[in-house]
């Protein structure tokens, strides 16, 4: 195809929003936008938006404030704002960052090359954060392949009915909606032709797969992507703890190509919080599937999501989730301080902890999980791992010198999601390899290959 220009596309966020990022370079790219890791080569610039905590939206506004002066010298750039900011804001963006050409709402998709052709020929700012209930799909093999990847992002639904009362996903995201389980079938189908060895399917509650659609089940869709020639590998996220069935843990337990790795987000380990969380579980429910869990899947590798000092966490609430981490034994976990976001409810509960109060409890949290992890990495020493290759390490290991200069240093990741660097001059980006683990890290494992 023949280019008229450059887009250049920052993301900020979740995973969907990395997959949404690509979904829209494929867009960029059929309006003849090239894909370019230059800025200051673009011609389009689009900021992929997040307003999940106060720091990643402001992370938004001062990407996109750049442009103030980069506009002036180049008036035919166009700058974008895309995402779940864009759709919380809408006109509002426009006060901070006046330049803004177009703000495109989380379902609008589908209007975004129009926009981009209107803005072409000369029509002013467009907003589009108008509702659709269509998920956007675009053909299967429209994706914009990045050299080398082996590892992909499937969203199989979108939105998000669960209301959790410090969260913005359900005003940002709308209503929930499952994709058709021929379209994710396909989508990976091709996938698996172009090299891609491992899918992550996202969700904001994957256990809800299919429900209001009346379509296959979550565990059943597992069935049929096990199915797919090529793929290896098969992830998934997230699994909310309240709808986590007997089924899912038995298609974990039995296809063969589904990780042996649950994200199961807790949030909290205290039953008052929770409760005021809306999250629809209790700490002993909670670590009663954990329990059902280990036992019919031993050696599952488990990472949660917590959040510290929610309005009126006390420190006894506190000390709860802390024990709650000593006892489930994570392999991860993703901490995050409570961030006040004005659409959500609990901005208007009382009690807000103050900030410092905040960080120093997550500073005890992540202290507490370095521990964990590290005893968790340490557990592996001795084991054979199936690695999935997926390239040369950028940092060399101390000591990788004694294995002479034909040698690279490869990484990859094991089933349980663990980092794993190796020595070898015999390996293929995409290859499954089997590695004797002979060192654990906190964040790594290092190790040789058998056939070595
Ligand atoms: N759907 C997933 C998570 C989506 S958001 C689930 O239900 O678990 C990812 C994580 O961000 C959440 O699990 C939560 O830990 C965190 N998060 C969401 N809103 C937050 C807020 N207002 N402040 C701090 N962390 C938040
Ligand atoms: Fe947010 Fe709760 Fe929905 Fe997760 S389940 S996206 S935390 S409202
Ligand atoms: Fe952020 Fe939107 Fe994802 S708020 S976490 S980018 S769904």
């Not at 002036?72 to 803004?100: N, S, W, Y």
């Not at 949030?267 to 280990?294: C, F, H, P, W």
């Not at 509960?349 to 992540?366: A, C, M, P, T, W």
């Amino acid at each position: 195809m023949k280019y008229s220009g450059y887009a250049f596309i920052y993301t900020i966020g979740c995973q969907m929003n990395v997959y949404d990022s690509e979904k829209l370079a494929s867009i960029l790219n059929s309006c003849g936008f090239e894909k370019t890791g230059d800025m200051d080569k673009a011609d389009v610039v689009v900021c992929n938006t997040c307003s999940i905590r106060h720091k990643a939206e402001e992370k938004a506004y001062s990407f996109l404030g750049r442009f103030a002066g980069i506009k002036k010298k180049k008036p035919h750039l166009i700058t974008v704002m895309a995402g779940c900011v864009a759709q919380q804001d809408g006109e509002k963006a426009f006060e901070r960052v006046p330049h803004l050409d177009i703000v495109l709402g989380t379902r609008a998709f589908s209007r975004f090359s129009r926009h981009i052709r209107s803005i072409q020929s000369g029509q002013p700012r467009i907003v589009d954060i108008e509702d659709s209930s269509m998920i956007y799909e675009s053909p299967p093999d429209s994706v914009c392949f990045e050299e080398n990847k082996v590892s992909s992002f499937v969203t199989i639904m979108q939105g998000c009915e669960n209301f959790c009362t410090y969260c913005v996903v359900p005003y940002v995201r709308g209503k929930e909606r499952s994709r058709k389980p021929e379209n994710i079938v396909e989508e990976i189908t091709f996938l698996a032709g172009s090299r891609i060895k491992e899918v992550t399917l996202l969700g904001q509650n994957v256990n809800s797969y299919g429900k209001k659609e009346g379509e296959i089940s979550f565990p059943k869709l597992l069935k049929k992507i096990n199915d797919i020639e090529r793929i290896h590998r098969i992830r998934f996220a997230t699994s909310h703890p309240k709808d986590l069935s007997l089924d899912l843990m038995h298609a974990i337990r039995d296809l063969k190509k589904v990780c042996n790795h649950l994200h199961l987000p807790v949030q909290s380990g205290a039953d008052s919080v929770l409760k005021k969380m809306n999250r629809g579980y209790t700490r002993q429910q909670y670590l009663e599937k954990i329990i059902q869990l280990k036992n019919l899947c031993p050696d599952i590798a488990l990472s949660t999501d917590i959040i510290v000092g929610f309005p009126s966490e006390t420190i006894e609430d506190f000390k709860n989730t802390m024990d709650l981490i000593r006892e489930v034994e994570f392999d991860s976990i993703f901490a995050f301080a409570y961030s006040n976001r004005s659409s959500a409810p609990a901005a208007k509960f009382s009690d807000q902890i103050n900030e410092k109060e905040k960080l120093d409890r997550l500073n005890l949290l992540l202290q507490l999980q370095e521990t964990c992890t590290e005893k968790k990495n340490k557990v592996q020493i001795g084991k054979v791992l199936e690695i999935l290759v997926e390239g040369k390490s950028l940092k060399k290991h101390d000591g990788f010198e004694q294995f002479g200069k034909d040698m690279e240093q490869m990484t990859g990741r094991s089933e349980s999601n663990k980092i794993v660097h190796f020595p070898s001059n015999r390996v293929n980006i995409g290859d499954m390899v089997r590695i004797r683990i002979e060192n654990a890290y906190p964040h790594s494992l290092w190790g040789h290959p058998e056939f070595d």
